[in-house]
């Protein structure tokens, strides 16, 4: 149980096109929702936090206008990568926390690899 | 807001040496602590986790980590180091702060295993 699912998994796009990433869980429903950036043997970068039927809480220094963050669903939210520039290619992993269980465990999708030509 | 360091950006041992992974947090409140596993290319993978009670918590893989209050300590160990093991490591916590419980990530530890 507690799977969490991001599709594309690797997605190439030219610079100032947008991207749609999608992040379900499978089996659960997830109140909250966090997407983090990951650059090469770097670490993870938090860079919202995603909580259904309200707007995404982003950390300090992540643009929210080039980042748009929806939480449509307790199972579904999407981190759109607007006019995408090369220095935006990274590797994005989402989240999402089952409360239900009380133990504030975050379970992680497998990561979509953006790279922007 | 909690804060995570993890000391030695790369661990060299020989297969079969013990594994010796550390980490320090800061938090204003009782952390929850994670230590996660990530393969080129792939996702993250839960090791192990405290949240309460026994200190001592043992993962999958032989992995096991103590919570050490007194030194805000979450380091990660395994006995006997085998060549699957030779992975990034990141070790993470998690607490209630502005906005709700988030999880911050150290910077990770590069793990090579020497035959």
């Known amino acids: 149980g507690a799977v969490v699912s991001q599709h594309p998994s690797w997605v190439i796009c030219k610079s100032g096109t947008s991207v749609k990433i999608e992040c379900r869980s499978l089996d659960f429903q997830a109140t909250t929702m966090f997407w983090y950036r990951q650059f090469p043997k770097q670490s993870l970068m938090l860079m919202a936090t995603s909580n259904e039927g309200s707007k995404a809480t982003y950390e300090q220094g992540v643009e929210k206008d080039k980042f748009l963050i929806n939480h449509a669903s307790l199972t579904l939210s999407t981190l759109t990568v607007t006019s995408a520039h090369p220095e935006d290619s990274s590797f994005y992993i989402c989240?999402?926390?089952?409360?239900?269980?009380?133990?504030?465990?975050?379970?992680f999708g497998p990561g979509t690899r953006l790279t922007v030509t | 807001a909690q804060s995570v360091t993890q000391l030695g950006s790369h661990v060299s041992v020989s297969e079969g040496a013990l594994v010796l992974l550390r980490c320090n947090y800061s938090s204003s409140v009782p952390p929850y602590l994670f230590w996660y596993v990530q393969y080129p290319n792939q996702g993250l993978q839960l090791l192990l986790k405290?949240?309460?009670?026994?200190?001592l918590v043992k993962g999958i893989n032989g992995f096991e980590a103590e919570f050490k209050k007194s030194e805000t300590s979450f380091h990660l160990t395994k006995p006997s180091a085998h060549m699957s093991d030779a992975a990034e490591y990141f070790c993470?916590?998690?607490?209630?702060?502005?906005?709700?419980?988030?999880?911050?990530f150290g910077a990770g530890t590069r793990l090579f295993v020497k035959a």
């Open positions: 405290y949240t309460t009670g026994a200190t």
């Open positions: 989240s999402a926390r089952h409360d239900e269980l009380g133990t504030y465990e975050q379970y």
């Open positions: 993470a916590v998690s607490d209630r702060g502005t906005g709700g419980f988030k999880t911050i």
